[in-house]
Protein backbone atom coordinates (compact mmCIF):
# COMPACT_ATOMS: atom_id res chain seq x y z
CA UNK A 1 0.00 0.00 0.00
CA UNK A 2 2.75 2.10 0.78
CA UNK A 3 4.30 2.19 -2.30
CA UNK A 4 0.78 2.74 -4.22
CA UNK A 5 0.25 5.95 -2.13
CA UNK A 6 3.80 7.12 -3.03
CA UNK A 7 3.53 6.42 -6.45
CA UNK A 8 0.08 8.17 -6.54
CA UNK A 9 1.40 11.30 -4.73
CA UNK A 10 4.44 11.17 -7.28
CA UNK A 11 2.20 11.02 -10.66
CA UNK A 12 0.16 13.63 -9.11
CA UNK A 13 2.76 15.92 -8.32
CA UNK A 14 1.87 15.98 -5.02
CA UNK A 15 5.51 16.79 -2.79
CA UNK A 16 6.04 14.61 -0.04
CA UNK A 17 7.88 13.51 3.14
CA UNK A 18 8.61 10.49 5.39
CA UNK A 19 7.12 11.41 8.87
CA UNK A 20 10.47 10.46 11.29
CA UNK A 21 9.56 7.83 13.34
CA UNK A 22 6.09 6.97 11.60
CA UNK A 23 4.12 5.35 9.35
CA UNK A 24 3.36 8.43 7.85
CA UNK A 25 3.79 10.48 4.75
CA UNK A 26 3.24 14.17 4.49
CA UNK A 27 2.42 16.57 2.09
CA UNK A 28 1.47 20.26 1.83
CA UNK A 29 -1.79 20.81 0.75
CA UNK A 30 -2.76 25.04 -0.90
CA UNK A 31 -6.35 25.37 -1.52
CA UNK A 32 -8.54 28.68 -2.00
CA UNK A 33 -8.40 29.07 1.80
CA UNK A 34 -5.28 28.70 3.27
CA UNK A 35 -2.43 26.11 3.23
CA UNK A 36 -2.07 23.39 5.74
CA UNK A 37 -0.44 19.82 5.84
CA UNK A 38 -2.32 16.37 5.06
CA UNK A 39 -0.61 13.27 6.96
CA UNK A 40 -1.33 10.00 5.00
CA UNK A 41 -0.83 6.94 6.95
CA UNK A 42 -0.80 3.68 5.02
CA UNK A 43 -1.85 0.98 7.43
CA UNK A 44 -0.46 -2.01 5.94
CA UNK A 45 -1.76 -4.58 9.21
CA UNK A 46 -5.10 -3.21 9.09
CA UNK A 47 -5.34 -3.02 5.17
CA UNK A 48 -6.38 1.20 5.70
CA UNK A 49 -5.22 4.02 4.12
CA UNK A 50 -6.24 7.28 6.42
CA UNK A 51 -5.19 10.81 5.89
CA UNK A 52 -5.61 13.97 8.20
CA UNK A 53 -5.90 17.23 6.95
CA UNK A 54 -4.30 19.37 10.12
CA UNK A 55 -5.60 22.49 10.74
CA UNK A 56 -2.47 25.13 9.98
CA UNK A 57 -3.61 26.91 13.35
CA UNK A 58 -3.68 25.22 17.28
CA UNK A 59 -7.16 26.25 18.76
CA UNK A 60 -6.14 28.53 22.02
CA UNK A 61 -7.69 26.81 25.42
CA UNK A 62 -10.49 29.12 25.55
CA UNK A 63 -11.76 28.74 22.48
CA UNK A 64 -11.92 24.80 22.63
CA UNK A 65 -15.10 24.28 23.37
CA UNK A 66 -16.47 26.44 20.14
CA UNK A 67 -14.28 24.95 18.16
CA UNK A 68 -15.62 21.21 19.28
CA UNK A 69 -19.01 22.55 18.99
CA UNK A 70 -18.16 23.66 15.24
CA UNK A 71 -16.75 20.17 14.27
CA UNK A 72 -20.01 18.45 15.76
CA UNK A 73 -22.11 21.50 13.44
CA UNK A 74 -20.08 20.47 10.50
CA UNK A 75 -20.04 16.52 10.67
CA UNK A 76 -23.89 16.77 10.23
CA UNK A 77 -23.41 16.88 6.70
CA UNK A 78 -20.93 15.75 5.89
CA UNK A 79 -20.77 12.53 3.74
CA UNK A 80 -17.28 11.39 3.84
CA UNK A 81 -14.57 12.04 6.44
CA UNK A 82 -15.01 14.10 9.55
CA UNK A 83 -13.31 17.20 11.53
CA UNK A 84 -12.17 15.93 14.81
CA UNK A 85 -10.49 18.22 17.64
CA UNK A 86 -7.91 16.60 20.18
CA UNK A 87 -9.60 18.75 22.69
CA UNK A 88 -5.81 18.45 24.89
CA UNK A 89 -3.58 20.34 22.27
CA UNK A 90 -5.75 22.18 20.09
CA UNK A 91 -5.22 19.91 17.02
CA UNK A 92 -8.26 19.84 13.95
CA UNK A 93 -7.99 17.56 11.30
CA UNK A 94 -9.99 16.27 8.83
CA UNK A 95 -9.97 12.74 8.59
CA UNK A 96 -10.76 10.50 5.44
CA UNK A 97 -9.97 6.90 5.35
CA UNK A 98 -10.52 3.88 3.46
CA UNK A 99 -10.49 -0.49 4.25
CA UNK A 100 -8.86 -1.71 1.41
CA UNK A 101 -9.46 -5.17 2.46
CA UNK A 102 -7.52 -7.85 -0.05
CA UNK A 103 -8.38 -5.34 -2.95
CA UNK A 104 -5.13 -3.57 -4.97
CA UNK A 105 -4.63 -0.14 -4.31
CA UNK A 106 -5.01 2.03 -6.96
CA UNK A 107 -5.29 5.67 -7.93
CA UNK A 108 -8.72 5.73 -8.29
CA UNK A 109 -8.78 4.60 -4.16
CA UNK A 110 -6.22 7.01 -3.22
CA UNK A 111 -7.14 9.71 -4.98
CA UNK A 112 -11.23 9.07 -3.63
CA UNK A 113 -9.23 9.84 -0.28
CA UNK A 114 -7.06 12.30 -0.56
CA UNK A 115 -9.14 14.75 -2.71
CA UNK A 116 -12.29 15.02 -0.42
CA UNK A 117 -10.11 15.13 2.44
CA UNK A 118 -8.76 18.13 1.06
CA UNK A 119 -11.76 19.53 -0.42
CA UNK A 120 -13.62 19.25 3.09
CA UNK A 121 -10.54 21.36 5.13
CA UNK A 122 -11.12 23.59 2.48
CA UNK A 123 -14.80 24.06 3.02
CA UNK A 124 -14.28 24.26 7.01
CA UNK A 125 -11.43 26.38 7.28
CA UNK A 126 -12.45 29.96 6.97
CA UNK A 127 -15.18 29.08 9.75
CA UNK A 128 -12.60 27.12 11.82
CA UNK A 129 -10.31 30.26 11.95
CA UNK A 130 -13.18 32.09 12.72
CA UNK A 131 -14.05 30.00 15.69
CA UNK A 132 -10.76 29.99 16.65
CA UNK A 133 -9.82 33.50 16.65
CA UNK A 134 -12.86 34.63 18.33
CA UNK A 135 -14.47 36.31 15.84
CA UNK A 136 -17.93 34.51 16.14
CA UNK A 137 -19.48 31.53 17.30
CA UNK A 138 -20.06 28.03 15.91
CA UNK A 139 -23.37 28.04 14.57
CA UNK A 140 -22.79 31.50 12.64
CA UNK A 141 -19.42 30.38 11.09
CA UNK A 142 -20.94 27.06 9.89
CA UNK A 143 -23.92 29.13 8.50
CA UNK A 144 -21.70 31.44 6.64
CA UNK A 145 -19.45 28.60 5.41
CA UNK A 146 -21.95 26.12 3.92
CA UNK A 147 -24.22 29.38 2.77
CA UNK A 148 -20.93 30.12 0.33
CA UNK A 149 -19.88 33.15 2.21
CA UNK A 150 -17.62 33.03 4.74
CA UNK A 151 -16.72 36.53 5.59
Partial sequence: M?????????????????????????????????????????????????????????????????AAEYACRANSGLLLGCLEIDLDAGLVSVRTSVDVGDSAVGAGIIGGLLYPNAATMDAYLPGLLMVAGGDVDAAAAIAAVEQGSPD
Fill in 2 to 66: RRAVESFLRADDWPYEEVPDSDALVTAVEGRNGTWSCFIHPLEDEHQIVCYARCPVVVPPERRAA
